[in-house]
């Protein structure tokens, strides 16, 4: 089974700070997702990348970057937390050249920025 | 770019009621793929079912059934008899064949009470 493990379940952070979301897949998937979930707006795509050093902006990339150094591995980075960035961010993976598959997701980490 | 709409937000039915999920997609690509998807309070987003475009056939497992027209561009999910486990926020999602980046509908929050 794929394993898509995000490294936090819950974090609490400070308005200005420096965030990194951390996550990792176990199944050589060369692409992968950063989502943010709101209620009412279901989820919105931040960035993907199709492999590494390589990156996409999604729907809503202001306020966000990412980084993909290794293949399993892709971060998300708020580089002045603000407070409407308080969310539930999720992490999938997939094999490339797959639309055809499901993506897997992490179970997710609920940020909260005060 | 794909679209997604699920113009339910919220659904509750009391247990043993039959309940149909709306999903209506946008996409320009003739080939494509729907997906749908299931949160259970803990978070994690469990894949239920993939359909391709070409192929309309409508699919029964277990108490779940997936309704795809084409001509309607919809892909509803109906499922019988409820019971509480199916509480759980409920996603339709659309990928085109010249991607790999998925679009997700807000979500429709499902309550099955006993």
């Known amino acids: 089974d794929v394993k898509v493990t995000q490294s936090s379940r819950y974090l609490v952070k400070r308005t200005g700070e420096k965030v990194f979301l951390e996550c990792v897949q176990d199944m050589d998937h060369e692409n992968m997702f950063w989502y943010r979930q709101d209620p009412g707006l279901g989820l919105r795509l931040i960035y993907f990348s199709y492999d590494v050093k390589m990156k996409e902006k999604g729907d809503i990339p202001e306020g966000y970057s990412v980084s993909r150094e290794k293949k399993e591995r892709f971060s998300l980075i708020l580089e002045s937390a603000s407070t409407n960035q308080t969310s539930m961010y999720l992490c999938?993976?997939?094999?490339?050249?797959?639309?055809?598959?499901?993506?897997?997701f992490g179970d997710g980490t609920r940020l909260s920025i005060l | 770019a794909q679209k997604v709409t699920q113009a339910q937000t919220e659904i509750s039915v009391v247990e043993k009621e039959d309940v149909t999920l709306d999903c209506v997609y946008e996409?320009?690509?003739?080939?494509?793929?729907l997906f749908w998807y299931k949160q259970p309070p803990s978070g994690e987003l469990v894949f239920l079912i993939r359909r391709n475009s070409f192929d309309e056939q409508n699919e029964i497992s277990g108490r779940y059934s997936w309704n795809f027209q084409k001509s309607t561009s919809s892909f509803n999910f109906t499922i019988t008899a409820s019971q509480v486990v199916d509480s759980a926020v409920y996603f339709c999602?659309?990928?085109?064949?010249?991607?790999?980046?998925?679009?997700f509908g807000a979500g429709t929050r499902l309550t099955v009470k006993p």
């Open positions: 999602a659309l990928s085109e064949s010249n991607n790999n980046d998925m679009r």
């Open positions: 999938a993976s997939i094999r490339g050249g797959n639309p055809n598959q499901p993506q897997h």
């Open positions: 996409t320009r690509d003739t080939t494509y793929y």
